[in-house]
């Protein structure tokens, strides 16, 4: 390989410097422009209420304050719903979730804009409505924010009559916060003829256009949105930036001047919407062998008050229920549960984690009702290698990996005698309990809403060689910057530090998808090789006409052709005074894709990537507390653009769904319906003291057999499935207890542990 070749190699973050000198500016760290305001939010102090009014003159008469802000005010659509029109950017007339913003205030200073909205339990007028905050009261009620969804093949019930076996459980299984470092921020700047400029911490900049657009009542060519960076985002900040956004841009048009709107951390967690928690009610039929002939199941999302994305999260879960297994017979149905809590939204792995952990409930406790190891059931249960089965949406599983994977996991970590070793530490310990499992992952990746996988891009050579990128992507620190850079100077022969990606911005790439669902490298990368490839071909023309020949080489920054051989920034220099255009625009749209929502058919998956874990943990049966002692994590990401980036999404994946699966847990009142956990004193997320000493990582480097770029495959969402290993290890320890099936749900808290142990007993 040249020293000059980009892809393939493991290059540092193009931000890492400025990550660890603090030099890397976020929205929050740009300078303000001379005269800017600051606005907070006024919050409901009622789970579900009538909106009665606001003391309006109080708010207003408070030290700095320059207005208040209703619904009212908003002279557009008061409305930031991303799919349909049930989510207000300002309370009107119903209170629905505590936390809910009611007003907005604006003032000289954040602090004076904070103080006047902590007002806003004493000013707001409302009249107490019942309401509804678990999941189960409102499917009992058949409240519901999209109509249900049902995936089926085959005959289900007859087949489970069939069946020599049979199981029926329920499982459920709590949300996640995403806890970005970052809180959610815009700053909204307005311009000329009524334009506005609205820097914001997003992952999707035009949703957030359009958005803004709307409560404007403004063209979209009006708005601008930029994006440099993001300090984490994990689907929070898809849809739920929109709020903040739309606050800012009205109050900046409302009084002519910029405003900022930043959320503390509790206002955040207050507000925003998280991974949907799920109840499940499972029932299958399988075989001596653990082989399943059917299963049937409902499952019941929190979606919170509005329906946000819960309705392509619920199509996501109820396709990754298969996980890595063909299902014969199916049925399933999905509900997506209204309460007045917060609305849930997007948070990596998109209802993917939900509905595969439900899978991989279900075979550890066939495994435990055969007496078998799990690890031999589900290889019982694995599609077939050749390719010659689909899925329950009956999608080929033509690119089925799993069998060598698995197979090198297995050695690798030492499965089988490790399992020897922890039923023979078991027998003779009262105590303390070990668990170990062993799960795999087959993850889909595109957007299952099929327009959505399309992607823009502009590469601008300039006359000394060094070139400027811009595509619709968003960084938030996974690297697609850094990736894209690596295509682009791959594709034109040049050196990684020639290339520069620009901020994410609207008015250079339109329309653009949100930077989620695992796609940012592989829309992005594929956009912006295509305009890479059209300059290097308009150079490589050039010097043909030029010096003759047939082959023109573009490698380690020089230009071969005809015998001749030149600096890249030489052939560019005289292609500029030859007229060659040298900027080009790209796009991409993935192939192959279809989706019937109606029948839960198709295609909606490019491809699928894959992975396996085996986690260790000790349990301790009189606290419940546990030791992650040792986890070994496999992960295809095919043929990798930039394997340290990978081996560190891979590493921060599984962390992020241990905390999910193992201590992050949200609580609200049972009674007014106050998020109690809601903020780091409360909330309990990993740190480095929860990561096992013995963390074994590695990817499985077999290429892509789909034209994905550079054969890579996405991996920012698929590894937060291994975590499932160490939520079942803790299982596993307990039915080592002398549980025989034991009833965990998730997060696994001590108190969850304990009380898995006390129905037992």
């Not at 709020?243 to 959320?263: E, I, T």
């Not at 809590?341 to 595969?356: E, H, L």
């Not at 894959?610 to 349990?619: K, M, Q, T």
């Amino acid at each position: 390989m040249s020293p000059m070749n980009t892809v393939g190699r493991p290059l540092p973050h193009e931000s890492a410097a400025m990550h660890v000198a603090g030099r890397a500016p976020y929205t929050d760290d740009l300078p303000e422009r001379a005269g800017t305001l600051h606005a907070a939010l006024g919050l409901s102090p009622v789970a579900h209420g009538r909106l009665l009014g606001v003391d309006l003159a109080r708010l207003r008469g408070q030290p700095g304050v320059v207005d208040v802000l209703l619904a009212a005010d908003i002279p557009g659509q008061n409305d930031c719903g991303p799919l349909q029109p049930d989510d207000p950017i300002l309370a009107d007339g119903l209170l629905r979730y505590l936390g809910q913003p009611v007003f907005a205030v604006i003032a000289q200073t954040r602090d004076q804009a904070r103080r006047a909205a902590a007002l806003a339990k004493d000013c707001i007028r409302f009249e107490v409505l019942p309401a509804v905050l678990s999941v189960q009261q409102a499917h009992a009620e058949q409240r519901y924010v999209i109509p249900p969804l049902t995936l089926a093949r085959g005959d289900a019930p007859a087949a489970l009559e069939a069946a020599p076996q049979r199981l029926a459980f329920e499982f459920e299984l709590g949300g996640q916060e995403q806890f970005y470092l970052e809180g959610q921020i815009s700053y909204a700047l307005p311009e000329e003829a009524g334009g506005m400029l609205v820097l914001c911490s997003t992952q999707h900049p035009s949703e957030m256009q359009h958005l803004v657009a709307r409560a404007l009542g403004h063209a979209q060519h009006a708005v601008r949105v930029e994006c440099r960076r993001m300090g984490g985002g994990f689907g929070g900040k898809e849809s739920q930036s929109a709020l903040f956004a739309c606050v800012a841009a009205v109050a900046a048009a409302h009084l002519q001047r910029p405003v900022k709107l930043r959320l503390d951390r509790d206002d955040d967690f207050l507000i925003t919407g998280r991974r949907h928690g799920f109840w499940f009610q499972i029932e299958a039929g399988f075989d001596a062998e653990g082989r399943i002939l059917a299963a049937q199941g409902q499952f019941v999302a929190n979606a919170g008050h509005s329906a946000d994305l819960s309705g392509p999260v619920l199509t996501r879960a109820l396709c990754h229920f298969d996980n890595a297994y063909h299902l014969p017979h199916v049925r399933l149905q999905g509900f997506a549960a209204q309460t007045n809590t917060q609305s849930n939204t997007a948070f990596r792995g998109f209802g993917g984690p939900q509905g595969a952990l439900a899978m991989e409930v279900l075979i550890e406790r066939i495994a435990r009702e055969l007496g078998r190891d799990a690890l031999d059931v589900r290889r019982a249960n694995f599609y077939a290698f050749d390719g010659s089965q689909t899925t329950p949406y009956e999608q080929p599983v033509d690119d089925f990996i799993l069998h060598p994977l698995t197979a090198q996991l297995e050695a690798s970590s030492d499965y089988r005698a490790r399992r020897q070793a922890v039923n023979a530490f078991n027998a003779g310990s009262p105590v303390l309990k070990k668990g170990l499992a062993f799960t795999p992952v087959k993850f889909g990746i595109s957007f299952n809403v099929v327009f959505l996988n399309q992607a823009g891009a502009l590469v601008h050579i300039y006359t000394d060689g060094s070139v400027l990128v811009n595509h619709g992507g968003t960084e938030m620190g996974q690297g697609v910057n850094t990736k894209v850079a690596m295509v682009v100077a791959e594709e034109l022969g040049i050196p990684l530090s020639s290339v520069r990606c620009t901020a994410t911005d609207t008015s250079k790439i339109a329309n653009t998808s949100a930077t989620a669902a695992s796609t940012g490298a592989d829309l992005n990368g594929k956009a912006a090789q295509a305009a890479a490839r059209t300059l290097r071909e308009r150079l490589a023309a050039f010097a043909r006409q030029k010096w003759g020949g047939d082959e023109v080489v573009f490698a380690d920054g020089r230009v071969q052709v005809n015998g001749q051989s030149l600096a890249f920034e030489d052939l560019v220099h005289q292609a500029y005074y030859a007229r060659v255009q040298l900027w080009s625009d790209g796009f991409y749209a993935t192939p192959g894709l279809s989706w019937d929502r109606a029948a839960m058919r198709g295609h909606p998956f490019y491809y699928f990537a894959y992975g396996a874990a085996v986690s260790e943990v000790l349990v301790d049966t009189l606290t419940g507390e546990h030791r992650l002692l040792r986890a070994d994590l496999l992960h295809d990401v095919g043929a990798s653009l930039n394997p340290a980036i990978d081996l560190g999404q891979v590493e921060g994946a599984f962390a992020q769904g241990y905390g999910w699966l193992c201590m992050e847990e949200l609580v609200w009142h049972p009674v007014n319906g106050q998020l109690l956990t809601h903020a780091p004193s409360t909330y309990k997320i990993p740190t480095a003291n929860d990561i096992p000493f013995e963390l074994h990582a590695a990817l499985y480097g077999e290429p892509n057999r789909k034209d994905s770029i550079h054969r890579s495959k996405a991996v920012g969402e698929p590894p937060l499935l291994l975590a499932f290993s160490a939520f079942l290890a803790i299982a596993d320890a307990l039915a080592a207890a002398g549980v025989p099936q034991p009833e965990l749900r998730a997060p696994a808290t001590p108190e969850a542990v304990l009380n898995a142990l006390h129905d037992r007993r």
